[in-house]
């Protein structure tokens, strides 16, 4: 049985308490911590920039998992990659070229990762795959924490896995919008290899990070 990951998104936790919510994280088995970044331009939020980054990662030795809801991205990969961000990943509509994003993100010794929205199609990225080091499916349209999970993708994470059997690639495929309890099974059994989870870690069980991410991995 495959060992699944666990990163946590920051953006379900206390917000005032973010150095200790993440020493939480750590204590309790997480295996990198999903930072969701948001412009209020590609998605209608906005969250954190490179300074909390910064400010954050003294709190930790977990691997920063930031995904740039961000666009145009190029210009801002240096600044979080000082910033601290272990894996950087981008939307390719976010970019005028793809390509030399991922270039760039290599530059800085950083993990690359690709992301696709609920309706964006694997062709999108299907070059690139033997240049990433992780794929991101979103389950959910970008933007806000906790909405509901769409199924359908799970059939994009299907076709994603094969593509790297038959291509004897070694990106790993990374899930994030409403997983849950009840959903990550069909998640993990479509081929998902990391699970992003922010209510559902934060919030349920009164609380219990450790349980939580400890229920998630034994599913």
Same mark, same amino acid.
């Given at each position: 049985m495959k060992k699944i990951q666990i990163s946590p998104s920051i953006l379900s936790a206390d917000f005032s308490q973010l150095g200790n919510?993440?020493?939480?994280?750590?204590?309790?088995?997480?295996?990198?911590?999903?930072?969701?970044v948001m412009d209020g331009h590609y998605v209608p939020n906005l969250t954190i920039g490179p300074p909390v980054i910064k400010?954050?990662?003294?709190?930790? /030795?977990?691997?920063?998992?930031?995904?740039?809801?961000?666009?145009?991205?190029?210009?801002?990969?240096?600044?979080?990659?000082?910033?601290?961000?272990?894996i950087i990943t981008i939307h390719p509509?976010?970019?005028?070229?793809?390509?030399?994003?991922? /270039?760039?993100?290599?530059?800085?010794?950083? /993990?690359?990762g690709v992301s696709l929205n609920p309706e964006s199609?694997?062709?999108?990225?299907?070059?690139?795959?033997?240049?990433?080091?992780?794929?991101?499916?979103?389950?959910?349209?970008?933007?806000?924490?906790?909405?509901?999970?769409?199924?359908?993708?799970l059939e994009k994470v299907k076709k994603l896995k094969q593509l790297?059997?038959?291509r004897k690639l070694n990106f790993d495929i990374e899930i994030d919008g409403g997983i849950n309890f009840e959903n990550?099974?069909?998640?993990?059994?479509?081929?998902?290899?990391?699970?992003?989870?922010?209510?559902t870690i934060f919030k349920s069980n009164n609380g219990n990070i450790k349980k939580n991410i400890d229920l998630l991995k034994s599913i």
């Amino acid at each position: 049985m495959k060992k699944i990951q666990i990163s946590p998104s920051i953006l379900s936790a206390d917000f005032s308490q973010l150095g200790n919510e993440i020493k939480k994280l750590e204590e309790g088995g997480a295996d990198m911590v999903h930072v969701d970044v948001m412009d209020g331009h590609y998605v209608p939020n906005l969250t954190i920039g490179p300074p909390v980054i910064k400010a954050l990662r003294k709190h930790t /030795k977990l691997l920063f998992d930031v995904h740039l809801m961000i666009s145009p991205v190029h210009k801002y990969i240096e600044d979080f990659a000082n910033a601290g961000a272990d894996i950087i990943t981008i939307h390719p509509e976010a970019t005028d070229n793809l390509q030399d994003s991922i /270039k760039k993100i290599k530059e800085f010794n950083k /993990k690359v990762g690709v992301s696709l929205n609920p309706e964006s199609k694997l062709e999108l990225i299907e070059n690139s795959l033997d240049q990433v080091d992780l794929v991101l499916i979103m389950s959910v349209n970008p933007g806000f924490g906790g909405q509901k999970f769409i199924p359908e993708v799970l059939e994009k994470v299907k076709k994603l896995k094969q593509l790297r059997t038959d291509r004897k690639l070694n990106f790993d495929i990374e899930i994030d919008g409403g997983i849950n309890f009840e959903n990550s099974k069909s998640a993990i059994e479509a081929g998902v290899d990391i699970l992003v989870s922010g209510t559902t870690i934060f919030k349920s069980n009164n609380g219990n990070i450790k349980k939580n991410i400890d229920l998630l991995k034994s599913i």
